[in-house]
């Protein structure tokens, strides 16, 4: 039947209940809103080549534009402003650039390349080359840092593929002292402790971590443990006394003032991990530890609270990450050339600087806590009221009952599956648990009848459990009696199985030397005995 299209036709209104739900967005937590506020973008849309450091200058004025290095192909890209953008690039001699590294004051970047030379520029005028040259590495140079702490400007640490570390004074070009086997393997990990400029961290493919201490280079690390996986980055916390490591899919947190105790370990990401940064909260000045995977997610870890709070995910796999020092830039560069930046949204960044102003010159913000849903009678957590609740003085308080945990041999037990039992026993080897049963059996006069319908490899381990407990003071009156009576009804069995020969074998071995253990113990006592009633009188 056609439609009848003379009457004119109009669409009802949805009703309210088939409406998504807001109850979602309403119950996300602040963190996740805070993370959620950036809005991605390509900084760099095809770099043509694995995008494998980023690095953002220190802070040294309140308010300046976050400067970013990134560093692929054959050289070294500066960024900076707000939102950032690409001021000058930095050629690395035709080879291979990696891991840049701002000094303290954001003035001078070196960065290392695939030959192993370590080039120093400085940051605003690399048109004119490079300051100073730094030559002893024979490989990649993966690991260029310069003190964070204590504003050292002239000295800088270097290690590479060819696991030699380096200790340099600048402005001489010389090595104040170097460690030619560092690692058995390449290093490619490094950071600066945030609260001593003379210690350093390295990580290497030899799976181990080292601490360094520069006053003390040459004797050897300070501390040494094992991250399990081959490491691609470390990591200090702000405090220093934590130290995080990347390596596998696995990120782990160390207590290196307690001489590096594992505290935690993050297992959040499907691939390897390859980049560890710092990410500090511009809503409530808190810092998170950010890493990035080859499964294309970057993981944001409270490692105050131990738990992870967020993921942002890309559409390729990762390589590096970095955040600026205020926090309102993050960016995440991946192995087939792009650099994705996420910017704080303007709306966001209005939002928590109307909600800072102060108020009779008191701060009167308060960070917003997850609402909490009132509970209805159509809710299940409605009639689950008070289970969590703690029981309070006066209060009589009705345990639950423990469900008890019965063996394997006692269900076959109440089953009346005599022999199975006895050899579910011996499978177990417990001597506690067989000579139970054993006792059982014969209570029940059940023993003769099931070593009888044994079969030769139950026999076996009825055998071997003799060999192994029959001389125990506390099971010898009951094994030896029951091996004799063994031996007397499956003499037939026993002598035409080799394996069981060999048990046998094994039996009279063991009971002679008990009778020449027991033959020397008789003539200790026989000498001990009078000294003992000289001593009595």
Known sequence: MAADTSKPFFPAAPHSALLPSRSAASRASPEGSYWRAFRSSELVSDAGFPVTDLTFAPAVAVGASPTLAASWSTSVHVFSGDPLEKLRRISVAGDLAFSPSFRCDGALLAAGDKKGVVRVFRADKAAAGAL??????????????????????????????????????????TPVFSVPAAHRDYIRGG????????????????????????????????LSFSHGELVESVLFLPSGGLLATAGGNVVKIWDVIGGGWLVHSVESHVKTVMDLALGKMASTGETRLLSAGIDGYVKSFDFGKLKMTHSLRYPQPLLSVACSPCGSVVVA??????????????????????????????IDWVSPGPEKSVLRPNYFRYFCRGQNEKAKEGDFVIEKPKKVKIAEHDKLLRKFRHKDA????????????????????VARRKLVRCIVNLDNEELGLLLEFFNRNATLPRYAKLLLCLANKVVEMREAD????????????????????????????????????????????
């Open 494 to 537: 026993i002598l035409s199985d080799e394996k069981l020969r060999v048990h046998m074998r094994n039996l009279k071995r063991m009971v002679a030397e008990e009778i020449q253990i027991q033959h020397t113990l008789q003539g200790i006592q026989g000498m001990i005995s009078p000294m003992l009633a000289l001593a009595t009188r």
């Open 191 to 222: 950071a600066a402790s945030p609260t001593d400029p003379n210690i350093f961290a390295t990580g290497s493919y030899d799976r181990s971590v080292q601490l360094w201490d520069a006053r003390t280079g040459n004797t050897g690390p300070s």
């Open 422 to 441: 006895l050899v579910s026993a011996l499978a177990k080897n417990n001597p506690r648990s067989v000579v139970a049963v054993m006792e059982e059996l």
């Open 132 to 173: 100073r040259t730094l030559r002893a590495h024979a490989a990649e140079t993966r690991v260029v840092r310069y003190p964070v702490a204590g504003g050292d400007k002239l000295h800088l640490l270097t290690a590479g593929d060819d696991a030699l570390l380096a200790y340099w004074d600048v402005p001489s070009e």
């Open 333 to 362: 560069g991946s192995a087939k050339g792009k650099i994705y930046m996420g910017n704080r949204k303007k709306k966001a960044v209005d939002e928590e600087e109307e909600g800072m102003k102060s108020v009779g010159g008191e």
